[in-house]
C-alpha cells in the first residue's frame, strides 16, 4: 500500500511538473518572432513555431496578414526559396485563411512551380468561391504561356514587352496590345499577370496579350518624356515617338510571335489611352481595331495639368512628382509615393504659398518637367506640340471612344478626340460610349452607383460584355454581331442607356437658361435695366473655397458628384436656383458659361458650376452608412474654371480693365442628364476652387513667378441685367 502511494504521488509529481512546464513555455511576441525570421533564418522560426505549438495549440504568435506582409517582402527582394517557407509557414498556422494559399501560390508561380501554384491556388479558391484573385490565376495559368521580350525600337532602344499567348495551337489568334507608362508588373518569366485583358472574359475567348513598359519607363530602355511630342516627319531613325514606337512594336510582334491571325487591336485608359490614340496615328496596317479610354488630348486647354489656362495644381504636382521623376536606370520598382505630412491637402498646399515654392521646398530641380512647366504659363509651342488633335488624319480602322461623365481627370481629351476624328475622318466607324463613371471606372466598377448618386444598374458590366468585348471580338476574329451605335451614352436623372445617329442628339435644342435677382435661376431673359443689377463677392485668394468638404491629400473622384452646400454657405460663392421644376428637363450636349463680369483687380478665375437640387423630401439611400441626407442634395453635374487673362487669345494673355464690365464665355463640356420634375436646377459662381485649381492672385501677371505679396483681395461682379445678361447655353431634348 505504502509502495502504491509513493507511486502516485511520483506521477502526479511527473503530471504537475509537465503541466508547469507547458505553462511556463515561453511565446514570443510578434516582433520578436519576425526578428528570429531575419537573424536567426525561417527554420529557427518553424522550429520555436512547432514548440510553441505542441505544448499551447491555441497560441498565437502572429497575425496572419502580418505574416503575410514578411512573405511578400522577401518575395519582392527575390529570397523565393525563403519566401515559400513563410508562407508555409502561414498556411500551417492559418489552414483556413484562404489569403494564405493565394501567397504561397505566387511564390510557387514566381519559383517556376506553375503545377504547385495552380493546385495552391484551387485550395484557396475551394475555401473562398468569390476569390477572384485565384479564379484569374487558376485559369491563366492552365491555358496561357507567358514569354518576355526586348523589342527592338528604329532607333535601336529595345522595349520591355510581356506576351500572353494560348497553349491550345489549334487556331490562330489576334493580337490585343496595351503600352502603359505606369508599369506592366509581374516581371519575371513565370511572373504571371492574373489579368491580361481589359476584363476577364477576355482570356476565356482567346487573344494573344500584349504588354508593354513605354519607352523610358520601368524595364524599357530610352528616356520618358512626358507627352512626348508626336513628330509628323520622320526623316532619321532618331525622329521617334509613341506613333512610330507602337508602330514598330506591332511589326515586330507579326513577325515573331507564332500562332497569330494577322490582326491587332489596341486599348488603354488615361496616359494609356493617350498612348493607344497616338498608336491610331500613322497606324501599322495590321492595326484593325483601338479603344482610346479618358485619353487626354490637350494639357493646357481642358485635360490632366490645365483647364483653360488654369493649373490643375493638385494633380499635377501628385503625377509629377510621383510619375516623372528621372530614373537612374531600369527598373521593376516604383518610387515611394511623396509623403505630404498630413491628411490636410488643403491645408499643405495653402501653407506652401505660391506655385513658385514648390521646387524650392520640395523638388529642388528633381523634376525636370516641373520646370518645364513653370517655364511656359501661356498656351505656346510648347503645349502645341503636344496637342494631338491636329494630327488625326487619315484613321481608317475601328475606334472606340470611351468616356465618363464625372472623369475629374481626363472628360475634355475623349470628347475632343471623338468630335475631331468624326471632322476629320467622316468615313471612319467610330462608336463613341460615354457613362457615369469616375476616371477607369468603366473597367473595373459595377457602374450602378457613385459615392451617394445611384444608377439603378450595373453600368460598368454592361459596357464590358455589351459593348467593349463585342467590339473586339467583331473586328479582329469576325466574330458575332456588332450593333453598335453612333454614340451609346447614359442619361444620368433618368439612368438610362439612350442610342444616337449622332452626337450631341440632332434633335437638341438650343436654350437659355438666365441669371436673376433674388438668387433666382429662370429660362425667361432678365428685364431689370438698373446699372445694380449686379450680384458680387470679395474673393480672397488667403482664404480659398475648398473643392471638397473632405479631408484629403489627393483629389479624388467623388468631389465630381460631391453635395455642394458645403460651398452654398459661402459668402464667396454665389448661388442661383429655379423654382421646383414642373416636368422632366433633359439636357444633351455642350454646356456653356456666358457670364458678364467685373473685378477691382487686372485678373481673375470665374468657376461655374451647374447642379441639380434634390427635393426636400427625397428620401435616403439604403444601406446608408454615414447618414448622408439626400433632402435638399445638391449633386454638382458640371465645373469648370476659366482664367480671365485668356478671355480674348489663350497666347497671348490681357489683363482685366478694373470695374469694366467684361464677358467671359467658356465652355462646361458635355452631359446628358435629366432635372427630375420636383427637382431644381442650381448655378453657383466662385472664383476660387482649391487646391485643385492653383490660387489667381488677381493681379496681371505670370502666376508661377508669383510671391506671397502679390496675393490681393478683389471684388468680383456678376451681372444679370437685360444688357448685360449672364447665362448658360445648354441643349434641350424631349424627355422620354
Known sequence: MKRIRVL???????????????????????????????????????????????????????????????????????????????????IEAYADAFNTYDSYAEACMVSGDIKAAIKYYRKSVKLNPDNINGVRYVYVLEHYKKHEYYIPMRDGVKLYTQVYSPKDISQKYPMLLRR????????????????????????????????????????????????RPYKPKKQRAQDTDESSDTYDTIEWLLKNIPNHNG????????????????????????????????????????????????????????????????????????PPRFNYGTPDGYKFFLELGPVANINKKY???????????????????????RNILPHLNNITHSVLHVAGWFDAEDF???????????????????????????????????????????????????????????????????????????????????????????????EAVEKNIYLQADEKLSFTPPVEESEKAFDSYISDPNKPVPWSADIRTRQGHLWMVEDQRFAARRPDVLVYQSDVLSEDITIAGPIIASIYVSTT?????????????????????????????????????????????????????????????????????????????????????????FPVIDRNPQKFMDIYQAKEEDFQKAVHKVYRSRKFPSHLKIKVIKSH
Not at 489596341?266 to 498608336?279: C, E, I, K, N
Not at 523638388?363 to 506640340?385: A, G, I, Q
Not at 437640387?613 to 445638391?634: H, I, K, L, T
Not at 478671355?647 to 427630375?676: A, Y
Open 8 to 90: 502516485c504521488i511520483i506521477v502526479l509529481c511527473g503530471v504537475f511538473f509537465s503541466l508547469s512546464a507547458a505553462a511556463q513555455v515561453e511565446i514570443p511576441t510578434e516582433e520578436e518572432f519576425f526578428k528570429i525570421i531575419r537573424t536567426q533564418g525561417i527554420k529557427k522560426a518553424v522550429k520555436i513555431f512547432r514548440e510553441v505549438r505542441q505544448k499551447n495549440p491555441k497560441a498565437v504568435i502572429f497575425r496572419e496578414r502580418a505574416l503575410n506582409r514578411l512573405g511578400y517582402e522577401y518575395l519582392n527582394e527575390g529570397k523565393i526559396e525563403d519566401a515559400l517557407k513563410i508562407f508555409k509557414l502561414n
Open 180 to 227: 502603359t507608362p505606369y508599369s506592366v508588373g509581374s516581371y519575371g518569366p513565370t511572373n504571371y499577370r492574373n489579368r491580361l485583358g481589359p476584363n476577364d472574359m477576355y482570356p476565356r475567348e482567346g487573344f494573344i496579350f500584349v504588354h508593354q513598359d513605354v519607352r523610358g519607363k520601368f524595364k524599357s530602355e530610352g528616356e520618358f518624356v512626358v507627352i
Open 263 to 334: 490582326c491587332v487591336g489596341q486599348w488603354g485608359g488615361s496616359y494609356g489611352g493617350w498612348q493607344t490614340v497616338l498608336g491610331m496615328i500613322d497606324a501599322h496596317p495590321a492595326l484593325k481595331a483601338s479603344s482610346p479610354q479618358a485619353s487626354p488630348s490637350d494639357m493646357w486647354i481642358g485635360d490632366d495639368f490645365h483647364h483653360n489656362g488654369a493649373f490643375r495644381l493638385m494633380y499635377t504636382f501628385d503625377w509629377l512628382v510621383n510619375d516623372a521623376r528621372p530614373r537612374k536606370g531600369v527598373t521593376t520598382r516604383r
Open 363 to 385: 523638388l529642388k530641380n528633381s523634376v525636370p518637367t516641373w520646370n518645364e512647366y513653370m517655364e511656359h504659363s501661356d498656351y505656346d509651342e510648347y503645349w502645341k506640340k
Open 412 to 506: 475634355y481629351g475623349p470628347m475632343s478626340i471623338y468630335y475631331t476624328l468624326e471632322k476629320k475622318n467622316p468615313l471612319n466607324k467610330s462608336t463613341l460610349v460615354v457613362g457615369p463613371w469616375l476616371h477607369g471606372g468603366w473597367g473595373r466598377m459595377a457602374g450602378d452607383r457613385l459615392g451617394n448618386i445611384q444608377f439603378k444598374e450595373k453600368t460598368g458590366q454592361y459596357y464590358r460584355e455589351k459593348v467593349e468585348l463585342p467590339f473586339f471580338l467583331y473586328h479582329l476574329k469576325g466574330k458575332g454581331k456588332l450593333n453598335l451605335p453612333e454614340a451609346l451614352v447614359f442619361e444620368t436623372g433618368a439612368n438610362q442607356w439612350r442610342s444616337y445617329r449622332q452626337w450631341p442628339p440632332k
Open 601 to 689: 483687380g487686372t485678373d481673375a478665375d470665374w468657376i461655374v458650376k451647374l447642379i441639380d437640387v434634390y427635393p426636400s423630401d427625397a428620401p435616403d439611400n439604403q444601406p446608408n452608412p454615414r447618414g448622408v441626407c439626400m433632402g435638399d442634395f445638391q449633386m454638382l453635374l458640371a465645373g469648370e474654371v476659366f482664367r480671365a487673362k485668356y478671355r480674348n487669345s489663350f497666347e497671348k494673355p490681357e489683363p482685366m480693365v478694373p470695374n469694366k464690365v467684361t464677358r467671359i464665355e467658356f465652355d462646361l463640356r458635355d452631359k446628358f442628364h435629366c432635372f427630375l420634375k420636383g427637382h431644381r436646377i442650381m448655378v453657383q459662381i466662385q472664383s476660387t476652387w
